[in-house]
């Protein structure tokens, strides 16, 4: 899957955090964080939690994750 360079309204922006929480806090952070992020650019923004590190990278490489906290 190919995404753009540049997002334009109505494009979709997938984003994963790193595991290193509570996953129901993850949840509850990132959920707030997309909506806020989508608000923001126009673009909707959908939360995956993703489980492992291994995991978050793997989606980032193969381009099904757009963006990702990989620390803080």
């Given at each position: 899957?190919?995404?753009?360079?540049?997002?334009?309204?109505?494009?979709?922006?997938?984003s994963?955090?790193?595991?290193?929480?509570?996953?129901?806090?993850?949840?509850?952070?990132?959920?707030?964080?997309?909506?806020?992020?989508?608000s923001a650019l126009?673009?909707?923004?959908e939360?995956?939690?993703?489980t492992?590190?291994?995991?978050?990278?793997?989606?980032?490489?193969?381009g099904?994750?757009?963006?990702?906290?990989?620390?803080?």
């Open positions: 899957m190919t995404r753009p360079a540049t997002a334009a309204p109505g494009d979709r922006c997938v994963g955090p790193l595991p290193d929480q509570d996953p129901e806090k993850l949840n509850r952070l990132y959920g707030l964080v997309a909506t806020y992020l989508g126009d673009v909707e923004v939360f995956v939690p993703v492992e590190y291994s995991a978050v990278v793997s989606l980032f490489r193969a099904d994750l757009d963006l990702v906290w990989l620390a803080g």
